[in-house]
């Protein structure tokens, strides 16, 4: 079966985290980092997770296409598989991401997972996803704790891959957010403060695979 899983492994201590990237590569499709590990790790965290596999930085870069080619370029050094953009700054700041790319692929953000999410982004989810469909961007996320939203995006997303946060501690269930949509499902906090992150992982595989 194709592995459906993104860990995200929002970790700091850089040998706890290449312990847990190397125990799960076998299971997972990727691994995600986010701002706290770049920030503590440092970037070239990127190159050497890649030894594992996939590798998606979410940077949710959200700026003017200067800044955001500046970014790709800094990135795309590393081997990362992907990055993650917010699409709300406009299609000209997605397009930048793109041109500069040279293979690594780019996830937009469509719609969040979080509370707050309702009162600004993701009223305009529709209008943003037609939008990044009109791009060469890989994939889009949207939330696994929202299955109205989810469906909504899952009709519409043409050839655009999901990829839904909000599983576990944020409420969501691994294999609704697959049946109402989700190509792979994003999990943090519930593998890597698992007491067994393998095991929590083959389990959350199995539920899929039923
Ligand atoms: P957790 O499973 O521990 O809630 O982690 C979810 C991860 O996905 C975090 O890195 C978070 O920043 C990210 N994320 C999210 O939770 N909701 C979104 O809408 C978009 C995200 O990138």
Redesign the pocket.
Known sequence: MDKRIVA?L?ITDRRVLLDLASRLSDEIFAI?I?WPTILTCGVDIIRELSDFGNVIC?L?IADIPNTNRMIMEIIRERNPFAV?AHAFPGLDSIQALLDASEGVKVIG?V????EG?ERYLNPLHLKILNDLKNTSAYGI?A?GNDYRILQEIAKKRGNLKIFS??????GGSPSLAIMNGADYI?????IYNAQNPEAYVRSVNQQIEK
């Open positions: 995200s929002d995600k986010n979410d949710k993650i953000v719609s969040m997972s979080n999410a996320i939330p946060p909000g599983i576990g501690a944020q994003i999990i943090g906090r519930n």
